[in-house]
């Protein structure tokens, strides 16, 4: 059966809310504004507020990502590049942190950087990627990780195309597509 991206989402969600517990403090019109803290299901938040902090368990997220997923997004790894499911997506839509749902860049800022991996000129609003200096591999690069979940998503380069100069180079593994 297949399934489109939308119904696999959807899937996706009840899988998480199954295994949260049903996460009610994450809903709702009463919903705290500010920085907090949510432990059961992310998916359930508005996928444009990234002030909300979600935090799971180790062992919640192995239960909850795929492998790659898990290898890519809680243990800062790479997937080989040209083998993912977005590098090469030239549709319509926004791409989404895989983890917690976050909408974290657009379409409309994807670019063709030659490199395997799905590339981006800017994140789809402030505040929707946050970065931090990474020292490993023998060099100082930028890291980019979703601040929802603090999942790993790639690396941000200053040798981007135009407006911004730069290029953030995404892992597909970390990111969920979703076609508008």
């Known amino acids: ?3 489109t991206v939308r119904a696999a989402n959807l899937l996706f969600a009840a899988a998480l809310l199954a295994c949260s517990g049903a996460g009610r403090e994450a809903q709702g019109d009463d919903r705290v504004k500010t920085e907090q803290t949510v432990k059961n299901d992310a998916w359930a938040l508005s996928p444009t507020d990234a002030t909300i902090k979600v935090e799971k368990t180790e062992e919640q997220w192995k239960q909850l990502l795929t492998p790659i997923q898990f290898q890519v997004l809680r243990q800062a790894g790479t997937e080989r590049a040209f083998t993912g499911e977005t590098w090469n997506n030239h549709e319509h839509g926004v791409y989404r942190c895989a983890a917690c ?17 799905p590339s981006f000129t800017r994140p789809a609003a402030p505040g929707r990627v946050a970065e931090r200096e990474d020292k490993s591999l023998f ?12 999942g790993h998503l790639g690396h941000v ?24």
């Open 139 to 150: 060099t100082t690069r930028t890291e980019v990780h979703c601040p929802r979940c603090g």
């Open 1 to 3: 059966m297949k399934l």
């Open 157 to 180: 380069f200053p040798d981007g195309p135009a407006p911004t100069g730069l290029r953030y180079c995404m892992n597909s593994a970390a990111l969920v597509f979703e076609k508008n």
């Open 101 to 117: 749902g976050l909408v974290l860049f657009r379409s409309d800022d994807k670019f063709e950087s030659g490199t395997g991996w």
